[in-house]
C-alpha cells in the first residue's frame, strides 16, 4: 500500500529470485515500478506533477522509485541482497511511502 495512493495494489518478485522454495521471495531491490510495483489505484500526492496539474485531483497512481527497499533483512540474502521483511519500506518520488500491508506467498494462475 501506499500513503497516498487510494488502493492497495500487488507485489510482483519475478522467478529469478527462488531460493530453498519454489516461490520467488522479494529482496530489496524489487522495487522497479510496473514491473514490481503496480499500481495504487489513484494518487492523491501534491507533489506527483499529474495531480498538481489536475489542480489536486486525484489522478492515477503509478509509483516512481528510484531507491531500493529499506531496511531489509541484512541475515537473509537473495542473489546477494537483504530480503524484505515486514518493516521494510520504500519511498515513492512523490511522497508516499509504500510499505506490505499482507505479507505472505500468493500464487497467482495463469489459464
Do not use: H, R
Amino acid at each position: 500500500m501506499c500513503s497516498f495512493g487510494v488502493a492497495p495494489s500487488s507485489m510482483m518478485v519475478l522467478p529469478d529470485k527462488k531460493v530453498i522454495t519454489a516461490m520467488p521471495i522479494a529482496a530489496i531491490d524489487d522495487n522497479k515500478p510496473m514491473v514490481n510495483i503496480l499500481p495504487f489505484g489513484m494518487c492523491t500526492s501534491p507533489s506527483n506533477p499529474q495531480v498538481a496539474a489536475a489542480f489536486g485531483s486525484p489522478m492515477p497512481c503509478v509509483p516512481v522509485t528510484a531507491a531500493p527497499w529499506t531496511p531489509g533483512a541484512p541475515t537473509v540474502l537473495i542473489g546477494g541482497k537483504p530480503a524484505l521483511n515486514q518493516t521494510s519500506k520504500l519511498m515513492c518520488n512523490w511522497g508516499g511511502i509504500i510499505q506490505v500491508t499482507n505479507p505472505g506467498t500468493t500464487t497467482i494462475q495463469v489459464p
